[in-house]
Each structure stands twice: as structure tokens, then as C-alpha cells.
């Protein structure tokens, strides 16, 4: 199986009383996810589905994909793909499409992060995905404890 896990784009700031579910991209967050997909897509990123935690930013990046990628298929949301989800359990709602070749999953930091690290076994790995990211990982084991191998990243300044 292939994860593409893609943090969500530059986003506005909070507001008091605004909860943090609730911020939106900005443009500038919109042009750079539409611009690091398009290099995505040229890459042969063509995912089955794409799953998106139910933040506002994160579902507005997911749709951006789905028109970047010619997504077929509605975008699901993963509950556990929030900003200080456990990758345990977002591998354990993982499992459950584990008949697709391929997914992109569209996140939070430090949620992504410490994903990336519990897919490659490697707890103590420290990666920095900015806004707008995509990281390629190939699972070779799906089982309980999954065991991946991270293929590339694409980061927003490649397109710059």
C-alpha cells in the first residue's frame, strides 16, 4: 500500500473565540497545496482515495487534491487525523481500507509527523513536514504494527 500523508496549507490565524477546527486556508495556502499537488501529480501520485481529518483547513486541502489528482471517489473523513492524534489509533482506522493501493491522507502537525515516525518503526525520528507537504511512504507490512519505507517528500519550495 501507498500513503501519501499531506499536511494542510498555510492557513489564517485564529481569532478569540474561533475554534482552531474552524480556520480556513488562506489564498496563498490554497496556490501553494494546488501547486505542490500539480508536482505531485506528475510524480504518478494518483491515489484511491483520499482521507481528511474533519478540520476546516485540512477538508479544504483534501478537496484541492481531489481536483489536482482526479480523485474519483468522495473524500472520507478519519477522525483521529487531528493536530495531537495518536498515530496508533489513525493506524488502527487505517487498517480498515487497507483493499486500496493506494491513499492520501491529509493532516496536522505534530499528528503527521509522529505518523510518518510510527509507520517507519522509528519512534524516535523527528521529521518537519511544512504547510503543504506530501510524504510518500510504501507500507511493506500492514499487520498490527505496520513497517514502512519512506520513498520522498515533497516540500512547497521545490515549486517555488
Known amino acids: 500500500m501507498e500513503l501519501y500523508l499531506m ?9 478569540p ?13 490554497k ?16 491515489p484511491d482515495l483520499i482521507l481528511s481529518s474533519p478540520y476546516i483547513r485540512a477538508m479544504q486541502t483534501a478537496r484541492i487534491a481531489k481536483e489536482e489528482l482526479s480523485v474519483a471517489e468522495e473524500i472520507l473523513e478519519l477522525p483521529t487525523l487531528v493536530p495531537h492524534g495518536v498515530p496508533e489509533n489513525t493506524w488502527n482506522e487505517l487498517r480498515d481500507y487497507a483493499n486500496h493501493a493506494s491513499l492520501l491522507l491529509t493532516g496536522h502537525e505534530p ?5 510518518i515516525a510510527y ?21 511493506v507490512s500492514t499487520g498490527p504494527a505496520p513497517r514502512g519505507v519512506l520513498r520522498w517528500m515533497i516540500v512547497p519550495a521545490m515549486v517555488d
Open 7 to 15: 499536511r494542510h496549507g498555510i492557513a489564517e490565524d485564529g481569532e
Open 17 to 29: 473565540g474561533m475554534a482552531d477546527s474552524e480556520r480556513r486556508l488562506t489564498p496563498e495556502g
Open 31 to 46: 496556490t501553494r497545496a494546488a501547486a505542490t499537488l500539480k508536482l505531485a501529480r506528475r510524480a504518478g501520485v494518483r
Open 111 to 115: 499528528q503527521i509527523s509522529h505518523l
Open 119 to 139: 509507520l517507519l518503526n522509528s519512534p524516535g525520528l523527528m521529521v518537519e513536514v511544512k504547510k503543504a507537504s506530501i510524504v510518500r511512504i510504501e507500507l
